[in-house]
């Protein structure tokens, strides 16, 4: 079967809500063995800040082309600035950017080294966590902007330093409006009413849903018993769809008309797989809010995480590069149908 074209998305409008990051890389060359102690000595030389977490997800719902919003603190220190220019290049709008100055954004900062020519690799990696929960003022303002957004979709994205338990009331005001409304959680899920799709990977599946997979079972057995978690998890939670990304195992959608699977897109050459949830999210929700079955938004998301992950560090999507992966990406397959057993 044909593939489906790839949807215009530029009047597509979505807002992103959640936790910006700043993901800090510093480049170094392996130099020596230190006399003070028995580690390597790197020497620096380059750095530079990468839009992370929510900030990634309006970046590559910007790449693709949405009209993008951003709803998030960023306070007003150093890296916020930089986060915030960073966005604004991008074209995406930002809403609460100073709304926060008691929240610090937080950083991860990785040390990538390498010999000249050579791939970099991860050696170090120092996060730098927000001193304290957001306000009530910050979520208040947060609260607002949102309720106030004029959107086809909201996506939260959950990197655990927020509390959208706080926009319930409105997100209960997009829910009226008909805009689509998908979750990409972390430590719980929210309690909205009726969201039309959820996008934990593996690990955040498992705790969300309080389920223990077989460790050393055979790659069918496990995915049968994962198809079945997940319809059972989405059905327990109301929610229309449960994607749940598996890493080099695809990903497998539990929904209103079954439960499918996708192969993993792009697994030769995998470079780094830092910001592949957030570019699979961002993806799934613009096709969704284009009214794509919900099995193929998840293939185009496979194949654009698949890309993504040949890039080094952090990046959002290269739309040039989906446009040529798209026709031969792996399709979803049906695992269940809606009605059998």
Wanted: neutral net charge.
């Amino acid at each position: 079967m044909a593939a489906r074209a790839l949807p215009d998305f530029a009047h597509l409008r979505v807002a992103v809500v959640g936790d910006a990051i700043a993901d800090r890389y510093v480049h170094a060359r392996p130099s020596r063995l230190s006399r003070e102690a028995p580690v390597p000595v790197f020497v620096e030389t380059g750095e530079e800040v990468r839009l992370g977490g929510a900030a990634n997800v309006a970046a590559n719902l910007a790449a693709l082309g949405c009209r993008t919003t951003l709803v998030a603190a960023l306070g007003d220190d150093a890296v916020g600035r930089e986060l915030l220019r960073g966005l604004e290049r991008l074209g995406v709008e930002v809403r609460g950017a100073r709304g926060g100055p008691d929240h610090r954004v937080p950083v991860k900062t990785r040390v990538l080294a390498s010999e000249p020519h050579r791939t970099p690799q991860q050696v170090l990696r120092i996060d730098r966590e927000p001193a304290g929960p957001h306000s009530a003022r910050t979520l208040a303002l947060l609260a607002h902007e949102l309720a106030g957004l004029a959107v086809d979709a909201v996506l939260y994205s959950d990197y655990g330093y927020g509390d959208l338990a706080a926009l319930a009331a409105a997100d209960a005001q997009q829910a009226a409006r008909g805009v689509r409304r998908v979750v990409d959680p972390r430590r719980a899920l929210p309690p909205f009413e009726r969201l039309d799709a959820v996008t934990p990977n593996l690990e955040d599946f498992t705790r969300l849903a309080r389920v223990e997979l077989p460790r050393g079972a055979d790659d069918a057995e496990f995915q049968d018993r994962l198809a079945s978690e997940v319809a059972h998890w989405r059905e327990a939670c109301g929610l229309r769809h449960a994607l749940v990304t598996l890493g080099n195992r695809g990903m497998l959608l539990a929904g209103e008309a079954g439960v499918h699977r996708v192969p993993a897109s792009g697994r030769e050459g995998v470079v780094d797989v830092s910001g592949a949830g957030d570019t699979a999210a961002a993806v799934f929700t613009a096709a969704l809010a284009l009214d794509w079955p919900a099995h193929e938004a998840m293939a185009l998301a496979n194949a654009a995480a698949g890309e993504v992950v040949l890039e080094s560090g952090t990046a959002p999507i290269d739309l040039a590069r989906l446009r040529r992966a798209w026709p031969s990406a792996p399709r979803s397959t049906t695992v269940v149908e809606r009605g059998a057993p």
